[in-house]
């Protein structure tokens, strides 16, 4: 019985850790979501680089701290001393450890970041077989818009698909530019390893780039009310041909007509879905 009980715990834990892996230092963290962009690897080398050098600080410090506890304690023949540690010894030795850190950690990041920054995510992609995308997302939904046969946003013949739903062609660069409809939100993509915010007044930019086809998680980043936690989106990376397919299949219609609203529901916690939005793309100097 006891048996019985011990095992389907083993098993429970089993399948509930299945994720965790452990790392070489011995600290345990659950997978990222897989990596299907071109460019997340340098995120991922970041935080990688940030873990591996922090977890050995910490460890050096914990396994001093244990080093000095058991070498002062008091015991037979000694007594433990009280030391303010104020001595110019010891503030040297202090500055010295900080400026370690700062160095090799603050310093490092902060290079590794700005290289990937000039290299990838603000080095935007130009030429044709860039798909330009615009993202509009409100209280609690993503709105997308793709400029349609003739290159441009803002008119007649944009692709506006249904909500929260987005597609792109894998192996290409796709540059997107995100306003909001009413508050704050933040355009994440994990398996991208991107992030833009939304911003009332603002039209900002980013871009990445798809190695796989699949179906991936948009999320919203930015606790934007009520609703925050449901505010989630689908991104379909698919061949340049299903992508087409896709477009050609949500192009307005000649003959859509106003008539076709009255049957459009409206969710209760929604916002209404604005008919009218896109803006002229904002070139990129
Ligand atoms: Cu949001």
């Known amino acids: 019985m006891v048996k019985n009980t011990m ?18 230092w011995g600290i345990w963290y659950i ?9 997340g690897y340098r995120i991922d080398n970041v935080i990688q680089y940030t873990d ?12 001093a701290l244990i080093f000095f506890i058991f070498k002062y304690r008091t015991r037979p023949g000694h007594t433990a001393v009280y030391d303010k540690g104020d001595t110019k010894k010891h503030v040297l ?3 010295a450890m900080g400026l370690l850190v700062f160095f090799s950690i603050d310093t490092v990041i902060e290079a590794m970041s700005f290289r990937d920054l000039k290299e990838a995510f603000w080095n935007f992609p130009k030429g044709k077989n860039v798909v330009k995308v615009e993202v509009m997302p409100q209280q609690f939904a993503w709105n997308f818009r793709y400029p349609g046969s003739d290159g441009k946003f803002n008119t007649e013949d944009d692709v506006v698909p249904a909500q929260n739903l987005m597609h792109v062609p894998v192996n290409t660069p796709i540059l ?17 390893r991107v992030k833009q915010d939304a911003t009332p007044g603002m039209v900002n930019a980013m871009w990445f780039q798809a190695t ?14 009520n609703g925050h936690y ?8 698919e061949s340049q041909e299903a992508f087409e397919k896709w477009l050609a299949d949500n192009a307005p219609q000649e003959d859509d007509d106003d008539w076709d609203d009255w049957d459009t529901e409206v969710d209760e916690d929604n916002r209404e879905i604005p008919k ?3 803006w002229t793309w904002k070139e990129i100097q």
């Not at 449901?230 to 990376?237: I, P, Q």
């Open 176 to 192: 997107i530019q995100i306003a909001p409809f009413d508050v704050i939100h933040s355009f994440y993509i994990p398996n991208f």
């Open 230 to 237: 449901r505010m989630k989106g689908y991104l379909t990376v």
């Open 276 to 278: 009218e939005w896109g």
């Open 212 to 225: 796989e086809t699949g179906k991936f998680e948009i999320a919203c980043a930015e606790l934007c009310g």
């Open 7 to 24: 095992k389907i715990w083993l098993k429970k834990i089993k399948s509930k850790t299945k994720n965790i892996t452990w790392t070489a």
């Open 52 to 63: 591996t050098v922090i977890t050995i600080y910490f460890s050096i410090v914990i396994l």
């Open 31 to 39: 997978d990222p979501p897989k990596d299907v962009s071109l460019d």
């Open 93 to 95: 030795a202090t500055i």
